[in-house]
C-alpha cells in the first residue's frame, strides 16, 4: 500500500474509532509498518489539517475529532448492499483495498435506520468469492499502473517455463473469471496479457512508461467491458 493511500486509510481509521482512539502499537499492526513509521503518518495528517488528537499513558491513543466527517451520503438500504456484494465478491479486482476502504466510509455515514435495514439485508447475499492474489503483488501492479511506471515481473507461464521481464502496465483485465495484467513486454517487444494469479514477484521501477495506449490492445474480449462511473 502506498503511503498516500495507507495516510487515507489510516484517517478513515481514526475516524471510525471515535473517542475510542486507537494506540501507535495497533495501528502499526493494521497497516503492516513500524510505529515509527505510523508516527509519522499521523504527523503528516495533523500537518494537512486533520483534526487528530492524541492521548498519553496507558488506555491513550490517537483519533478523529468527533464531527469530523463527510457530508451525508443518501443511499438506499439495497445500494449499500450492492456496493457491499460487490466489493466482497471481488477481493482480486484491482484496487479492491481502496474500493473496501470507500464502502466503508460510505457506510459510516449512512443514517442509522438505513444502516441497520443495510445489515440486515446483507446477512442475506452470500458470496463464494476466490482467494485473492498476493496483496504485495497486486499493490505494485496497482501503483505501477496509477503512476505509468515499468513494473518488472518475475512470471511464470502455463508451460511452467519461468521467466524475469520489465514490462508497461497498459490496462487491467477480467474475463473468463481470470484478472490479467495487459502490459507492452519489453522483452518480447509486444503486448502480453499476464495472469494475475502467474505473477510470482513485482517490483515499481523509477522508469516512465512509453506511452503505450489501450488502442493498441485492441477490442475487449466479447465477455468484458470497460469499467466506467458512469451509467450505461
Known amino acids: 500500500m502506498k503511503r498516500t493511500e495507507r495516510l487515507h486509510a489510516l484517517s478513515e481509521m481514526l475516524r471510525r474509532n471515535g473517542s475510542r482512539g486507537c494506540s501507535a502499537e495497533r495501528l502499526a499492526r493494521e497497516f503492516g509498518v513500524s510505529v515509527r513509521t505510523i508516527k509519522r503518518d499521523l504527523d503528516a495528517l495533523e500537518s494537512s489539517g486533520s483534526p487528530i488528537w492524541s492521548r498519553p499513558g496507558p488506555g491513550g491513543g490517537y483519533g478523529m475529532v468527533v464531527g469530523a466527517s463527510l457530508p451525508p451520503v443518501t443511499l ?47 446477512g442475506r447475499v452470500w458470496v463464494n ?47 473468463n473469471g481470470q484478472w490479467y495484467l495487459v502490459a507492452w513486454c519489453r522483452l518480447r517487444e509486444a503486448m502480453r496479457w499476464f495472469t494475475v494469479s502467474r505473477i510470482e514477484r513485482a517490483s515499481v521501477t523509477r522508469t516512465a512508461c512509453a506511452g503505450h495506449t489501450v488502442d493498441e490492445v485492441g477490442e475487449p474480449p466479447a465477455n468484458a467491458r470497460p469499467v466506467h462511473g458512469r451509467g450505461e
Do not use: C, H, N
Request: without cysteine; neutral net charge; hydrophobic residues 45%.
Open 76 to 122: 438506499s438500504p439495497t445500494q449499500a448492499v450492492a456496493l457491499m456484494a460487490a466489493v466482497s465478491a471481488a477481493p482480486d479486482a484491482p484496487y479492491a483495498d481502496l474500493a473496501r476502504v470507500g464502502v466503508q466510509k460510505i457506510l459510516d455515514v449512512l443514517d442509522p435506520r438505513t444502516r441497520a435495514r443495510a445489515d440486515e439485508l446483507a
Open 129 to 175: 468469492a476466490v482467494p485473492p492474489s498476493s496483496r504485495v503483488v497486486r499493490s505494485a501492479l496497482e501503483e505501477a499502473m496509477a503512476e505509468q511506471r515499468v513494473v518488472r515481473l518475475r512470471y511464470t507461464a502455463r508451460d511452467g517455463t519461468t521467466t524475469t521481464r520489465d514490462v508497461e502496465p497498459v490496462l487491467f483485465a477480467s474475463t
